[in-house]
């Protein structure tokens, strides 16, 4: 599920969008005369002028991706993706919105990509990309977007704790890592531009520590 700008919330199914109504009634948009497969319905995203966003996928393979969907409110158009596109297994966090309406895109381990309409511009190792996914990267949410815009990735994620990488900061030049040899499950950006993490030092282990990263300490 995701919440607009202006309070209306939308949810997905493999097959359909759909809105909630102030009556409580849904209504349902199909995509079925721009594209022939399925959606994603974990990933779900809503720009702040309203756009909904959602990633299409094969009938016969759940966990690919073909292409992008995007809702106007009126009508639907089919993206396609960034070259060599992969998110990964099934899971939130690889299709995300900032502030500006930006929408970046997890295209590979180790790359993520921004849509700048029509075309879309690519940051891999070569950018100081970090890997990033591994035991738990189906359910944490690896890509967020913070308020100012800047990205933050989940970092790569091993049997190892020593090879963990935390996770990464992208300021628009150049990539930090936070929180390295820390195994990070999941984070969430708070409107101050905070981040708050669970993480522990060993994978599987059951003692887990909240860490919050300060804009304060970004900025230095």
Known sequence: MAVGPDGTVWAASETALLRLEDDGSLTTFDWSDVYGGDARSVELAVTPDGDVWLVGVPHYDPQGAELLLRFDGEGWTAIPGPERW???PMG??????????????KASRT???R???????TFSGADGVEPWGGPDDAFANVLEVAPDGSLWLIGLQTDEPEDCCGVSHYDGTRWTPYLAGSL???????PDGSVWLGANDILGSSMLHLYVITPEAVAE
């Open 115 to 121: 849509f700048d309409d029509p075309g879309w511009t």
């Open 184 to 190: 990070v499950h999941d984070f969430a950006i708070a």
């Open 111 to 113: 790359r993520v990509a």
């Open 92 to 105: 939130a966090g690889f299709l995300e919105v900032g502030a500006d309406g930006t929408l970046w895109v």
């Open 86 to 88: 992969f998110p990964g």
